[in-house]
């Protein structure tokens, strides 16, 4: 076996960091911003967080206001399809796109440059364990969130349309 590739350590990095109190804290305020300026730097060719991890930018509807919203967000690919979680930094509420993807989900993503249509099904209970360990195996660490949150986090799949 050989040595582990830079990336393996950052990326352990950033998944123990993202465990921490002060991230939880602090990262909704921060993470936003460095996405957006990275999106104003690079005319929205990359994300941050796609630099360390595979990313997508979700483009959804508003439940509510019927607004075009864009988000970015940490998705586990999985073949065709993508998994992604509504861990909101183990925030106790969900965060505004999993409203979003249950009243519209019928939307479209920006994965690796390509925008795709896809359609979301939230993950049912008879899918979950496994759908849990498979997210895990990717980011290992991840269910914390839940744990932390007080509330079973909404993970949607998203299949190409």
């Not at 040595?3 to 465990?19: D, E, K, N, Y």
């Not at 925008?115 to 360990?133: C, N, P, Q, T």
Request: net charge positive.
């Amino acid at each position: 076996m050989g040595r582990p590739s830079p990336l393996r350590w950052v990326r352990a990095l950033v998944a123990w960091t993202s465990r921490t109190r002060p991230f939880r804290a602090y990262g909704p305020r921060l993470v936003p911003r460095i996405e957006a300026a990275m999106r104003r730097l690079t005319g929205g060719r990359i994300t941050a967080a796609g630099l360390i991890v595979p990313a997508l930018t979700l483009h959804s509807v508003g439940a509510r206001s019927g607004l075009e919203r864009d988000s970015e967000l940490m998705c586990v690919p999985d073949g065709d399809t993508w998994l992604i979680t509504g861990s909101n930094f183990a925030g106790d509420k969900h965060p505004a796109w999993t409203y979003n993807l249950i009243a519209h989900p019928e939307v479209e993503i920006t994965y690796r440059r390509r925008r795709i249509a896809v359609r979301a099904e939230l993950v049912g209970d008879e899918d979950r364990e496994s759908v849990w360990a498979f997210i895990e195996r990717q980011w290992p660490g991840y269910r914390g969130y839940e744990r932390a949150s007080g509330r079973t986090l909404r993970i949607f799949r998203l299949t190409p349309r």
